[in-house]
Structure formats: C-alpha cells, structure tokens
C-alpha cells in the first residue's frame, strides 16, 4: 500500500498511475484517507490523501444459490439512562475548573497559531506586524498588532482591521476553540474609535431633534452599534435599531414618538 497526495483526487490518482504503471491485467485498489479542501486565505486548506494498492484482476462467475429468508426476530432495544456528573445533576466545582482550565489551555495553543496566521496575512499584503497577546480568557482574546504602519493596517474606516478580526474569529473556531471572540487593536485605535463612535451618537441625536426625522449612520461592527444602543437606550427623544445586513448593517437614530 502506497500513500499518494494531490490538489485533487483525480490528481493524486494519476501520480499513482504514473509511478506504479499498471498492466492491462492489473487494477489500482484506491482508499481515499482524505477529502481535498481549498479553503479561505489559508484556513482549512489540505490535499486530498489515498492509499493505493495495485493488484491482479480477477474474473469471477456469478453463481446464483436460493436463499431461504426467515422473518427477522424483534430485537428489544433498552434505553440507557443519561449519565449525570453528580447524584443532583450538576457538575462538582472541582469538575467545573477541570474543564475551564482545559478549555483555557485549548484558547492560549490555538492562539499562538492565530498569532502566525495574523502574520502571514498581512505579509500578503505587504505589511510587517509582530501579534502581542495582551489579554487571554476562555472566551475572549485581545491581540495588539504591534506595526510601523498601522493606518494601513486600520484600512478606510477601520475596513480592514475588521475583516481581520472577522477571519480571526473564524480562524479560532475552525481550529476547535469556539465562542472565543477575537478583540484585535493596534495603536490604540479601538480606544480612539470608541471616543468617534461616542461624538457620532451625540451628532445624530441633535440631527434628530432638530429635523424631526431619522438619520442613518454608515455601516460599523457590531461592537460600535452595541455602543450606540447602550449609550442612547436611556434617551427619552430618540429610539435606535440597526438595519441591512452584514457586513453592511448600520443604526439608524429615529425619534422616539
């Protein structure tokens, strides 16, 4: 048995016809090990894999004998119980940070990989950043992308930075570290962001009450129209929703009544 990779299965099959050069009496007995994958940027990109064997053909005649068919017999089938961590059904402490512990060391591996990824992405582009893990939880990651050019890293409007951070969230999911939300940052910009996103609410409220009618702000992440939302929820004048879809979705500042 012989291992074989390619692009593709029809690739990977002709490398074995070219290397074991079957006979017209010979066949190639094929076990694909693994599907071929293109991916995204990088992200869960593989080669198809199978394992070939080759072999003398052999003719057989088709003999055909009566079979007798019996009723088939009911099989009981019992129902097993579920199986509970304690006799009240719920996890002991110990249980609890056993698994949080776990799940943590799961979060800081697959994040050194992201770390790489990051790297290679904007190396692509054809920017040096060199990733800082600022802050790690079980369900969050904060990387700094510590540049020389980090308004190109920023993108128009924080564009890029975003689309980043999106492939970043995938990135950690694929990798088997789900729900971790990826927070990424470079030269403070979330935080000078925050302050744009907070004067933005403040112009619209006034646009607002002084037109009487609705304004509709420019497409932002979800995290800056949470922002918009918490920071106008308590106005007695204005009202916010968010409208389209992503990555295009925006809020809209309407008035109240």
Known sequence: MT???????????????????PTANQELEIKILQQPRRGFLGIGRRQAKMAITIKEKVLQKKIETPVSIEPKKKVKVKKSRPIKDAEDGELDPAEIRRRQQANLKKVQKTSHQL?????NIFKELGITVKPKLTDL?????????????????????????????????????YHGAPKVSVFLNTSNYRQRRQETVHRLAEKAVTEVIASGKAVFLDPMPARERKQIH????????????????????SIVVAPKN
């Open 230 to 249: 918490q920071e106008l929820e308590a106005n007695d004048r204005v009202k916010t929703y968010s409208h389209g879809r992503e990555p295009y979705r």
């Open 115 to 119: 770390e790489n990824y990051l790297i």
């Open 137 to 173: 939880q079980v369900h969050e990651l904060h990387i700094d992308l510590v540049t020389d050019e980090s308004g190109r890293v920023i993108g128009k409007h924080g564009r890029r930075i975003n689309a980043v951070e999106q492939l970043s969230n995938a990135f950690m999911d």
């Open 3 to 21: 291992i074989f990779v390619g692009k593709t299965i029809e690739e990977a099959k002709q490398k074995a016809i070219d290397q074991l050069k």
